[in-house]
């Protein structure tokens, strides 16, 4: 892609186990292009390798294999470069001052970066702070800031010094729901009014849902899926179903489904009306194709529990997720891969 501004060409890396453990491929065959003002999720569950690719892209962990460009500066080979295009966020605002305010701090990390213009600097801060809702603790120490606030901080001081791509791992972590939904917005601001591109781990689906422009999800260092959440979620869209039956499940029946699909249980009454009539009870239930709704229908009707009613669930990210990531789920032989 020619205007990608992220270019990861089959990226790997190995960790190598201490003596007598084996090595570790934490991330293998990364391959991804991310155009300017894109969101990119890396998703996966714990040990998938997200914040291996975040260290990687932002040149803390150099690849064992493959290569990694920003615009068109090569992470290991013009690092000086490619990193000034960079703004990373790791680790909670682990990597602000303590002792020092966020205004103190974002100039500070400024002029690290070799921003020549102090008034700039001093301006994109003030506008940042704003539209973060924190320029009334602008003059406080860090120290005495909430975890929210100091990840607005460390946001808006990798964004003061006007970065190209900002790398996020695991940004909303430990946030209460306001600073999460604040964060969020702000992301999409980042990305969609300034034009930065955004690559944000997190184990988080809903937060990907509505923050991602495209997911890349991850499994034990490899891509499962790259597509556009949209794409996604209509892939999986006609598979997640939630079906009110007349009765209740046994053990046997639960376990015949659970062969036909994922099933869970949401809500159940055993007695329906306390007079000893069969109760009910709605399942979702998410089978692997088409026929899988025929075969959970053929199960309960051998079982003789009636079928009330049928509906398609609204896919959301995170079932989708479930299935890709679970081991024994029906795994794709080939990542589901999109043009955009
Ligand atoms: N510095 C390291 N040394 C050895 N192994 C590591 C190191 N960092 C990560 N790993 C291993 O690499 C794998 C991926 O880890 P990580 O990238 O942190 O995953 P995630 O962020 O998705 O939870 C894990 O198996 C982890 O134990
Ligand atoms: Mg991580």
């Not at 932002?58 to 500066?73: D, H, K, M, N, Q």
């Not at 490619?82 to 605002?93: H, P, Y």
């Not at 682990?94 to 213009?117: A, K, Q």
């Not at 009707?301 to 509906?311: D, F, K, N």
Request: charged fraction near 25%; include cysteine.
């Amino acid at each position: 892609m020619a205007d990608s501004v992220v270019d990861i060409r089959s990226a790997r890396k190995v960790f190598q186990g201490r003596r007598g453990s084996k090595p570790v491929v934490a991330v293998d065959c990364l391959t991804l292009e991310i155009p300017h003002g894109e969101i990119l999720g890396l998703l996966g569950p714990n040990g998938a390798g997200k914040s291996t690719a975040v260290r990687m892209i932002s040149g803390l962990v150099t690849p064992t294999a493959g290569r990694i460009f920003i615009e068109e500066y090569d992470v290991v080979r013009q690092r000086a470069k490619a990193l000034s295009r960079i703004g990373v966020v790791l680790d909670r605002g682990r990597t602000l001052y303590p002792r020092m305010t966020p205004r103190e701090n974002m100039e500070y990390f400024g002029v690290m970066r070799g921003l020549p213009d102090i008034a700039r600097l001093r301006a994109r801060a003030r506008e940042w702070l704003e539209l973060f809702s924190i320029e009334d603790v602008a003059d406080k120490p860090i120290n005495d800031l909430s975890m929210g606030t100091r990840q607005k901080v460390a946001l808006a001081a990798a964004l003061a010094a006007e970065p190209r791509v900002v790398l996020l791992d695991e940004p909303t972590l430990g946030l209460d729901v306001q600073s999460s939904v604040e964060l969020r917005k702000a992301i999409r601001r980042m990305a969609h009014e300034e034009g930065c591109t955004v690559i944000i781990t997190t184990h988080q689906m809903d937060v990907a849902q509505e923050v991602c422009d495209r997911v890349c999800i991850l499994s034990e260092g490899r891509v499962l899926a790259l597509d556009t959440v949209r794409r996604l979620l209509d892939v999986f869209a006609s598979r997640a179903y939630t079906m009110t039956l007349a009765g209740a499940l046994t053990d046997e029946i639960r376990m015949a489904l659970a062969c036909v699909g994922k099933v869970r249980v949401t809500e159940e009454w055993a007695d329906g009306d306390g007079e000893g009539n069969a109760g009910y009870t709605v399942i979702d239930i998410d089978v692997p194709d088409e026929s899988g709704l025929f075969k959970a229908m053929e199960v309960l009707s051998l079982a003789g529990i009636g079928v009330e009613s049928v509906t398609r669930r609204e896919p959301c990210l995170e079932a989708v997720f479930l299935r890709l990531t679970a081991k024994e789920s029906v795994r794709l032989h080939e990542p589901l891969c999109g043009m955009g």
